[in-house]
């Protein structure tokens, strides 16, 4: 069965960077793209970014531009999110997701829409920022 | 920067149906996904599409979306139910997630 299983729970210091892993089984690992989500505690849910594992490109949400690096490893199906100059505020539990759809088809997302959604998603990875 | 607004909290009694909204400019114009997180879990898929449902998800459960609302509706609430349900949708290349819901059952 489909599977993403993420690295486990870090403790960093205000100003570090943190490396989360997410590895992928039972599917053809280049063929989804893969996102990273947040969840701060007793907070919502909080998209950082996305992956294609395929070619390596990506896209990351404004807010965490020039602070977030998404990339992948195809040797091992395992995708990694590092995040740098840390700060209290980004305490947080960080999924990876599954993207489930054709986006990689032109014209399957467009600037309105994208018929896609989030399945699995990883156990999660908690990542304390604290000094 | 698109947004979509959820109420905080919805209350239902065992067995009766549960409605949750879900707000946005044009909304019924994308496509709407539903997530249901209960404490100490992962996010899992209820509702994509608008109004499909994966395998393994309850009848229970079933979508819309048109004009500037989705609605997630939870007919025969039981009491596994209760949990955190977030929608999600597609805007100018950025995932955007509302900022959940509380259902509560009792």
């Known amino acids: 069965q489909v599977q993403l299983v993420q690295s486990g729970a870090e403790v960093k210091k205000p100003g570090a960077s943190v490396k989360v892993s997410c590895k992928a089984s039972?599917?053809?690992?280049?063929?989804?793209?893969m996102h990273w989500v947040r969840q701060a505690p007793g907070q919502g849910l909080e998209w950082m970014g996305i992956?294609?594992?395929?070619?390596?490109?990506?896209s990351y949400a404004q807010k965490f531009q020039g602070r977030v690096t998404m990339t992948r490893d195809t040797s091992t199906s395992t995708v990694y999110m590092e995040l740098s100059s840390l700060r209290s505020e980004d305490t947080a539990v960080y999924y990876c997701?599954?993207?489930?759809?054709?986006?990689?088809?032109?014209?399957?997302?467009?600037?309105?829409?994208?018929?896609?959604?989030?399945?699995?998603w990883g156990q999660g990875t908690l990542v304390t920022v604290s000094s | 920067s698109y947004e979509l607004t959820q109420p905080p909290s919805v209350s239902v009694s065992p067995g009766q149906t549960a409605s949750i909204t879900c707000s946005g400019n044009?909304?019924?114009?994308?496509?709407a996904c539903w997530y249901q997180q209960k404490p100490g879990q992962s996010p899992v898929l209820v509702i994509y599409q608008d109004s499909r449902r994966p395998s393994g998800i309850p009848e229970r459960f079933s979508g819309s979306n048109s004009g500037n609302t989705a609605t997630l509706t939870i007919s025969g609430t039981q009491a596994m139910d209760e949990a955190d349900y977030y929608c999600?949708?597609?805007?100018?290349?950025?995932?955007?997630f509302g900022g959940g819901t509380k259902l509560t059952v009792l």
């Open positions: 992956i294609n594992p395929s070619g390596g490109t990506t």
């Open positions: 039972g599917y053809t690992f280049t063929k989804y793209y």
């Open positions: 997701a599954r993207d489930v759809s054709r986006r990689h088809e032109l014209g399957y997302c467009t600037s309105i829409s994208c018929p896609n959604w989030f399945d699995p």
């Open positions: 999600q949708a597609w805007d100018s290349s950025t995932e955007v």
């Open positions: 044009k909304l019924g114009d994308k496509y």
